[in-house]
């Protein structure tokens, strides 16, 4: 039988009173420790005479606790390579003592309620919203490129690097916000993230002051309202109609620190700004001295019509911080994004971030630049654009139009979802619950209105669905399913 791998040991803590039986007590002490799980199954214990002198003891000593141990079946000796912890079907852990804690900090109580859900588990699935087209992802060309770098990367990028992110990597994403935005900005404003939650979280952290107004958009997205409200801000949530953000509702709310609005394709009703509300917006934000946090979460993905200018290249005060991400286009996983920040903001975030974490894997930010620069990137775009409207448009196709209750499905030209509005919050979970007892995933709209809102709740209900993680086939599939399960509870759902 081969030698088990040795674990490091740690005998702090065994304390021998000369007064009584020294070979006793240490039995009783590795005898407790392989019981309780200290010394696990495996471990190599120190040869006899390391242990005597560790413990100030004689080697006859430890001989004599280590042959009780031997006789009982604690521990075993391999030939030539020591003694280990034989081993155990199970240990004794010891309990926990239960001591008071210290009471927990506000920023500990926001967090009971603030927080984001457990993600979904497994392999994305109809109609799972966020997910681009996994399937397509050009995976050979990404690993190549990986072992490219880091056959020999340059010891010079190896080292702690610049919180900003890769100055190469923010060059090209300059260009690039400037090729398919009309977003012009110098390198110098762009800070990389791991995300587009880890850029709102910075503005959260250096933006507002507890206590602050921040205004979003209602029914909106939730993470960015829990990042707001861990900050200390009060949440205002703005209504949404089908020109977006309603900056009337805004105006009457006063002054507040910053609005975060998704306005080339509104999470999660799927809803454009108006060029007409992107300026009243950007006036807004003037007269009140206020910031404008625009998250561009998916704007690649816009299937008809010539997309409207960003807030951020339309704003001449310096009042827009621009979130983008390239977890849409690649994968969730990959944690890449980036904030495009006034001039005099750039270094103070970047100085922030570096708190959190230094800088970004150099890797991962070094392989995107050779993705970008040999033109796999905009090629994927491309793939991925085509593939996301013939989803979508299967999806519309085979949609039933008979659901009670249901709204027609609305027209979709931006983005990777859509959002169907249900007449009463309990036909949206009946629906849900339906969908999910034939594995169809789909999002209640309801779950993304603030909980003060004075919107009534049936009002508030509805049906989230993305279109853009599964081909085809499975999408007809899953609508096929879900036709027959709907059918199947039509008592329950009429």
Known sequence: MPPSPSFPVDLSGIQLDPGGGLARQLYQALRERILDGRLPSGTRLPASRDLSHLLGISRNTVTRAFDQLYAEGYIEGHIGNGTYVVELVSVIRPTPIQAPSPTPSKALQRLQVHHLPAPAEGAPRA???????????????????????????SPARLGYGDPAGDPQLRELIAAYLRNSRGLHCDPAQIVVTCGAQQAISLCAQLLVEPGDQVAIENPGYR?????????????????????????????????????????SHQYPTGVTLS????????????????????????????????????????????????????????????????????????????????????????????????????????????????????????????????????????????????????????????????ANQVGVELNGLSNYWLADSETPLDDRAGLVLGFASVPEPDIAKALQMLRQAWGANQQVLS
């Not at 109609?127 to 880091?150: K, M, N, Q």
């Not at 801000?233 to 620190?257: F, M, N, P, W, Y």
């Open 275 to 434: 060029l007409a509300r992107r300026l009243e917006l950007l006036d807004w934000a003037e007269r009140h001295d206020s910031w404008i946090v625009e998250d561009d979460y998916d704007g690649e993905y816009r299937y008809s019509g010539t997309p409207l200018a960003p807030l951020a290249a339309l704003d001449r005060q310096g009042r827009v911080l621009y979130v983008g991400t390239f977890c849409k286009i690649a994968f969730p996983a990959l944690r890449l994004g980036y904030l495009v920040l006034p001039l005099a903001l750039a270094p103070l975030f970047a100085r922030r971030r570096a708190l959190d974490m230094r800088h970004s894997e150099i890797g991962t930010q070094a392989v995107m630049v050779e993705f970008i620069a040999t033109g796999h990137f905009q090629r994927h775009i491309r793939t991925m654009r085509r593939a996301a409207r013939s989803r979508r448009d299967a999806l519309l196709a085979g949609w039933p139009e008979d659901v009670p209750g249901c709204a027609p499905v609305p027209a979709v030209n931006a983005g990777l979802h859509l959002c169907v509005r249900v007449d009463s919050l309990a036909r949206e979970r009946a629906l849900i619950a339906a």
């Open 223 to 263: 993470a960015a309202g829990h990042a707001f409200a861990m900050a200390g801000a009060q949440l205002k949530g703005i209504a949404v109609d089908a020109e977006g953000l309603d900056t009337a509702a805004l105006a009457q709310v006063g002054s507040c620190r910053l609005a975060y609005v998704t306005p």
């Open 127 to 153: 109609f799972r919203v966020g997910i681009p087209a996994l399937d397509l992802f050009p995976f050979e060309i990404w690993a190549r490129l990986s072992a490219r770098f880091w056959r020999k990367p």
